[in-house]
T-cell receptor, first 111, second 115 residues
């Protein structure tokens, strides 16, 4: 059973455009993480959000955790080809650091 | 700081054969995870260890998959016998325990192809 649904599943945009990726669940998470995964590599952590309503910024990336801690979004401003990859959200429902991954959003940024 | 090491990187086997994967986590990391990532999907947790004890193996197909973490450090994941649907990347990750939202560090994974 997949607890975390991500949308869109695929996204192809031109360099310089903005985009938002969503991560939704019916479960409440004690913490939620966003990862980026490149082909042939393991996922790499981008950010962890813990508090409902929390907003974190990482250069051109803005992450938001929903007030009810059931959803999150990742916004990329002025996308670059280097942003290409699989974006994964992962949530911990039990506080035991057992992270359930979402379905993933595959992003391609065209030069 | 050395990352999570996994071997082999690639493995091709015939169905019904056995295979084993090895993982060496980051030194001092108490928690170790094995994930299965089928092409085009997010990783699925197979088993979670805390030191050498199993915390969660509810998603592990125990009729064919087994995992151990002797001495609470290295871990091995075994599949016996393999099926075609086991073709996937097997990712190992480790993390410290104690703070909310602790970061999990992933290895590069082992890509298994069952033919």
């Amino acid at each position: 059973t997949q607890l975390l649904e991500q949308s869109p599943q695929f996204l192809s945009i031109q360099e310089g455009e903005n985009l938002t990726v969503y991560c939704n669940s019916s479960s409440v998470f004690s913490s939620l993480q966003w990862y980026r995964q490149e082909p042939g590599e393991g996922p790499v952590l981008l950010v962890t959000v813990v508090t409902g309503g929390e907003v974190k910024k990482l250069k051109r990336l803005t992450f938001q955790f929903g007030d009810a801690r059931k959803d999150s979004s990742l916004h990329i401003t002025a996308a670059q080809p280097g942003d290409t990859g699989l974006y994964l959200c992962a949530g911990d429902t039990s506080g035991t650091y057992k992270y359930i991954f979402g379905t993933g959003t595959r992003l391609k940024v065209l030069a | 700081e050395a990352g999570v090491a996994q071997s082999p990187r690639y493995k091709i086997i015939e169905k019904r054969q056995s295979v084993a994967f090895w993982c060496n986590p980051i030194s001092g990391h108490a928690t170790l995870y094995w994930y299965q990532q089928i092409l085009g999907q997010g990783p699925k947790l197979l088993i979670q260890f805390q030191n050498n004890g199993v915390v969660d193996d509810s998603q592990l197909p125990k009729d064919r998959f087994s995992a151990e973490r002797l001495k609470g450090v290295d871990s091995t994941l075994k599949i016996q016998p393999a099926k075609l649907e086991d073709s996937a990347v097997y990712l190992c990750a480790s993390s410290l325990r104690g703070t909310p939202g602790t970061e999990a560090f992933f290895g590069q994974g082992t890509r298994l192809t069952v033919v």
